[in-house]
């Protein structure tokens, strides 16, 4: 199996080497998996650990190999996997990329491939609003987050954490109107440009988590935050929705930037009171069951299936 992935340091690209890197634990040896950057045959991700394998060329067996592209480049790569007879699936964790590329291409890409994963219960529908014929396609796939790394495990501080990267005009105004309120021992702190360990570390020690997800299949800070003892404040991205639930998570509806900052200073006066929000070791197992390795590997399993059959067939 060979996966087709993009550079850039996104939960998305840390999904697909994960997977992948998952996928031959528990395939192997009937089952290979490498992850392929075509545009970029020896990039490789460096703010993660994975043991992920690669694929260093673009030269594929048609009879033993199947490709698994990104939705992103579905209308690119699409058509050149038809045109030299690779079967492909394709990978869909941003649900609201549609209509991005002219729509007959957009279409033509997805009634070729032979499976449509989804990374979650939004994803997956809206894939069945867009492409109501192909639903027998459509499988839900989860992702394992290790709540063994992801754990409140170290005194909290007056910290609030924020990913920069989604939103940035939201995340400048939430801050803007923040500072004039912000009690001089409480600091802001951007998790970007930080290796994984360093997300961690900053994470255990803050006491909230802003969300500045835009629309999108899932949202993995979010959960991170969430898992090592946070109060998650912000949108939800849609995708967010199957697990933005109390008491760890808050709903800010998207653009109402006064709400958010009046949420975050009433939670702020609920720390500096002693009535703020006290990690919830019960949600977060909840969290963490809800995305674990379990679930991950028996998806992982059924995609095997599927793959022989299309393979095979």
């Given amino acids: ?13 840390k999904v697909i080497y994960k997977q992948s890197e998952e996928i031959n634990k528990i395939l192997s040896p009937d089952f290979k998996s490498e992850v392929l950057h075509p545009e970029e045959i020896n990039f490789s991700c460096n703010w993660f650990e994975y043991a992920t394998e690669f694929k260093r060329n673009l030269n594929f067996n048609i009879n033993k190999e199947f490709l698994i592209i990104p939705e ?22 941003g649900s609201y990329l549609f209509g991005n590329v002219d729509s007959k291409l957009t279409l033509s890409a997805y009634q070729d491939a032979e499976i449509i994963l989804t990374i979650s219960d939004d994803a997956a529908e809206c894939c069945k609003l867009a492409f109501p014929d192909l639903s027998s396609k459509i499988m839900r796939m989860h992702f394992f987050v290790d709540s063994n ?3 409140p495990d170290l005194p909290k501080e007056n910290i609030i954490t924020y990913m920069p990267r989604k939103l940035p005009k939201h995340s400048k105004l939430v801050l803007f109107f923040l500072e004039q309120h ?18 961690i570390e900053t994470l255990q020690k803050s006491k909230i988590f802003l969300s500045f997800c835009e629309l999108e299949g899932w949202g993995l800070p979010p959960i991170e935050a969430g898992l090592t003892g946070n109060k998650v404040i912000g949108y939800t991205g849609e995708g967010g929705k199957e697990y933005w639930h109390p008491p760890i998570f808050s709903e800010i509806m998207m653009g109402d930037i006064k709400h958010f900052v009046k949420e975050i200073i009433s939670e702020i006066n609920k720390f500096n009171t002693n009535r703020g929000y006290m990690t919830d070791l019960k949600a977060i197992k909840k969290l963490a069951d809800l995305y674990s390795k379990e679930r991950e590997n028996s998806d992982i399993n059924n995609l095997s299936e599927k793959i022989k059959n299309k393979l095979f067939s």
């Avoid at 699409?78 to 079967?87: G, S």
């Avoid at 912000?182 to 997300?199: A, D, G, Q, R, Y």
């Fill in 1 to 13: 199996m060979s996966n087709l992935t993009g550079g850039g340091a996104s939960g998305g690209v």
């Fill in 72 to 93: 992103f480049w579905a209308e690119r790569y699409a058509p050149q996997c038809k045109l030299h007879n690779i079967k492909y699936g394709i990978f869909v964790q």
């Fill in 182 to 199: 912000l009690p001089k021992n409480w600091k802001v702190i951007p998790i970007n440009k930080m290796t994984e360990k360093e997300v």
């Fill in 149 to 151: 790394k992801f754990k």
